[in-house]
């Protein structure tokens, strides 16, 4: 079995900075593609950033120059730096990877974390 634990998140005024992280344990062989997602009340998860195995980056429109996520392949982790950040980026967070268990046959699975709330005042 695999787990994601996430921590970092909390409350922080208009244009403060958080850093978020989220690691993964069990049985794993490799991790392939790491992101984060968020969640607004009332809102859809969207996709915020995503690095793949190789170390390309993508992001969001509304969060390019402000978020930078970077991998650990040592550690088995994802961290996403929030620069700059506004109210309407208020939402719950949320890791996945795509992992390679060590079981042999099970394939490429998605694993979530439980989420961490970031909230931003004005």
């Known amino acids: 079995q695999v787990q994601l634990v996430e921590s970092g998140g909390g409350l922080v005024q208009a244009g403060g900075s958080l850093r978020l992280s989220c690691a993964a344990s069990g049985s794993i062989f490799s991790i392939r593609a790491m992101a984060w997602y968020r969640q607004a009340p009332g809102k859809q998860r969207e996709l915020v950033a995503t690095i793949t195995s190789g170390g390309s980056r993508n992001y969001a429109d509304f969060v390019k120059g402000r978020f930078t996520i970077s991998r650990d392949n040592a550690k088995n982790s994802v961290l996403l730096q929030l620069n700059s950040l506004k109210p309407d980026d208020t939402a719950v967070y949320y890791c996945?990877?795509?992992?390679?268990?060590?079981?042999?046959?099970?394939?490429?699975?998605?694993?979530w974390g439980q989420g961490t709330q970031v909230t931003v005042s004005s």
């Open positions: 996945q990877m795509t992992i390679r268990s060590i079981v042999v046959g099970l394939g490429d699975l998605e694993y």
